[in-house]
């Protein structure tokens, strides 16, 4: 289990931002936050205001806006989708 | 000089300074090519990601949503044309419009009334010489499509397509465009964009993809609102980087021939030229014979 990771891809609507593996995903949903470890299940989920956090192997963190997006998760693979999404 | 080979200069110079200009248009069109393919490509993921995530929701969820239920009968069609800013880029923009023409033509047959959106200013100078309405153009930066652009556009046809039918809203939105397919061939492409028709969204991802059992946070229906929206969007900025794209290349194309004939009139005004002014040394020796023959021929007689 803790050799898993996800990969991570965070698409902005005119170009792909980042892609990685990562540990951890934390967004922001619309329903409140969500946390996603390797092996979980598919989910689609609609982002709220907030920002994105992304653990990544080597335990450094990564932040990301992507507001108004979603979030899709399936096969260990994350994908935010926002219009407009970028670092922090 | 003579006059004639004066003309014949003239047309050299003219043919001269029209070809440096195609050219100089030329060579800006194949630089932006390649920098409105690469935008073509960095839209793409996002493009997948959504029409994956479209075609899953409505795969595994029965949803009765207004933007995917076709409506029992549609009485008025939506047509979004998009053009070009500018010209001298062959047939690009006449393209799109006759294909509108035609669609126009197929939709009325089935008893639609057609509203249009417009989109580059050369589609609106052909509505306003044919004192055709349009419910709503934009105009500027075909050649760069901007996000915000196609979240207007967007928003806009929603709006209208969300509205009743007797304040003026349809129920059918077709988009029309430029498809760059390859440097040679750009094809205007019609696509319905609502109602969905799945079929056509899942052609985009693989076949072979089958889509996971997804749970929806919150919940499909909400899941479904808030992703068609981002889809039409997603939809309506790929067409218009695949019109800017193709109206690169289409200019390249057509400047490149303009400067082809360039050179072939030059080539031909220089022979004219050369033959006038071989002519004029012709008579003007044969003068020079004639009169000292002229002059021999008196002397002669003396």
């Known amino acids: ?88 | 000089m003579g006059a004639q080979l004066r003309v014949y200069r003239q047309k050299i110079k003219s043919a001269q300074t029209t070809k440096k200009i195609t050219r100089a248009m030329e060579l800006i069109s194949a630089s932006r090519i390649a920098k409105a393919q690469q935008r073509v490509a960095a839209a793409t993921p996002h493009t997948k990601a959504v029409t994956r995530a479209v075609s899953a929701v409505a795969t595994y969820s029965n949803i009765d949503h207004p933007l995917t239920t076709e409506p029992a009968t549609i009485d008025r069609a939506a047509i979004v044309i998009f053009t070009s800013d500018r010209g001298l880029a062959g047939a690009f923009s006449s393209n799109v419009l006759k294909e509108a023409e035609r669609l126009t033509a197929l939709l009325q047959q089935q008893g639609k009334d057609v509203v249009y959106y417009l989109v580059g200013r050369k589609a609106v100078s052909n509505f306003n010489f044919r004192r055709r309405d349009s419910v709503r153009s934009w105009i500027g930066g075909t050649d760069l499509p901007q996000v915000e652009t196609a979240k207007e556009i967007a928003d806009t046809v929603l709006e209208g397509y969300i509205k009743e039918f007797t304040e003026g809203g349809f129920d059918e939105i077709h988009l029309i465009y430029n498809k760059f397919v390859s440097m040679m061939v750009q094809e205007p492409e019609v696509i319905r964009l609502l109602p969905l028709s799945i079929v056509e969204a899942t052609t985009e991802t693989a076949a072979a993809d089958v889509y996971p059992l997804y749970e929806f946070e919150p919940d499909a229906t909400k899941v479904l609102d808030a992703l068609l929206p981002v889809y039409i969007e997603s939809r309506i900025f790929t067409a218009m980087l695949q019109s800017a794209a193709s109206e690169h290349a289409a200019r390249q194309k057509a400047m490149k021939s303009a400067t082809d004939n360039a050179q072939k009139l030059i080539l031909n005004y220089t022979r004219l030229s050369n033959q006038a002014r071989q002519a004029e040394i012709t008579q003007q020796i044969s003068e020079i014979v004639g009169g000292a023959d002229a002059l021999a021929s008196t002397g002669d007689e003396d």
């Open chain 1, 1 to 88: 289990m803790a050799d898993k990771t996800l990969h991570v891809d965070l698409v902005a609507q005119d170009q792909a931002v980042w892609s990685g593996e990562a540990r951890m995903v934390i967004a922001k949903t619309v329903e409140g936050e969500i946390g996603l470890l390797p092996d979980h299940e598919p989910i689609l989920a609609i982002l709220g205001e907030g920002e994105v956090r992304i653990t990544l192997a080597d335990g450094e963190q990564l932040r990301a806006s992507a507001e108004g997006g979603f979030l899709s998760m399936e096969r260990n693979t994350v994908t935010v989708v926002a219009r407009n999404a970028a670092l922090i």
